[in-house]
């Protein structure tokens, strides 16, 4: 079975554009969950979908949105790129939905390299 | 490979030695803890988890402890591999999010 796969791998942007980055869940798997990474935060958590529907949502400005849809793949945007946005931004899937009480778990895909310059 | 974070703490120790990661976690009301394993170039990986109404689990070669009253978390590893150099992040559950911790830098030297 195929693992979460991320498009693209890597990207460079400049400051005052946008970029949508994509994340192909686990076959089967309804929950879909973006985290962003970089050296000084560390992992954060943007955003999380499931059947469609954002559950919940970490504490970054409205720039950053999402969207699943119907096949449970989804999308993230970032509007107007900030020098900070450059992070590697994580997707993670799981099966039934992520309740993070021990029900299920989550896999991460490899991730997308943003460079903002 | 990609650095996967600056100014980490660093533990190194030699192959075939225990290794020992420890962990503070921020909510008192979180029940659910993960540990994650991030080599570089790739996203984290799940190792092991435990709920709070437990101290100790152990998996293959790896054992966490909880403290549920120092608010610690501990991931053990028994006779460390090469292929265990990496990154290793613990993660609290807040809801449908994880809050991670910072993470531990483990380099295995032979």
């Known amino acids: 079975k195929a693992g979460v796969t991320q498009t693209p791998r890597y990207l460079i942007k400049t400051r005052g554009q946008q970029v949508t980055l994509s994340c192909s869940p686990i076959?089967?798997?309804?929950?879909v969950s973006w985290y962003q990474q970089t050296p000084g935060q560390g992992l954060q958590f943007l955003f999380e979908?499931?059947?469609?529907?954002?559950?919940n949502k970490g504490n970054f400005p409205g720039r950053f949105s999402g969207r699943q849809f119907s096949n449970s793949r989804s999308e993230m945007n970032v509007s107007t790129l900030e020098l900070g946005d450059s992070a590697l931004y994580l997707c993670?899937?799981?099966?039934?939905?992520?309740?993070?009480?021990?029900?299920?778990?989550?896999?991460f895909g490899p991730g997308t390299r943003l460079t903002v310059l | 490979g990609e650095s996967v974070g600056l100014h980490l703490p660093t533990l190194s120790v030699q192959e075939g030695d225990n290794s020992i990661i420890n962990c503070a976690y921020s909510?008192?009301?979180?029940?659910?803890f993960i540990w994650y394993k991030q080599e570089s170039g790739k996203g984290p990986q799940f190792i092991i988890d435990?709920?709070?109404?437990?101290d100790k689990r152990q998996g293959q070669r790896v054992t966490v402890l909880l403290n549920k009253t120092v608010k610690h978390l501990s991931l053990q590893i028994a006779a460390t591999q090469p292929g265990d150099s990496a990154v290793y992040f613990c993660?609290?559950?807040?809801?449908?999010?994880?809050?991670f911790g910072k993470g531990t830098s483990l380099l295995v030297t032979p």
């Open positions: 993670a899937s799981s099966l039934r939905g992520w309740r993070g009480d021990g029900t299920d778990t989550q896999y």
């Open positions: 076959s089967g798997h309804r929950s």
């Open positions: 979908y499931f059947s469609e529907t954002q559950r």
């Open positions: 909510n008192s009301a979180s029940d659910y």
């Open positions: 435990i709920r709070s109404n437990m």
């Open positions: 993660a609290e559950t807040l809801g449908y999010a994880l809050n």
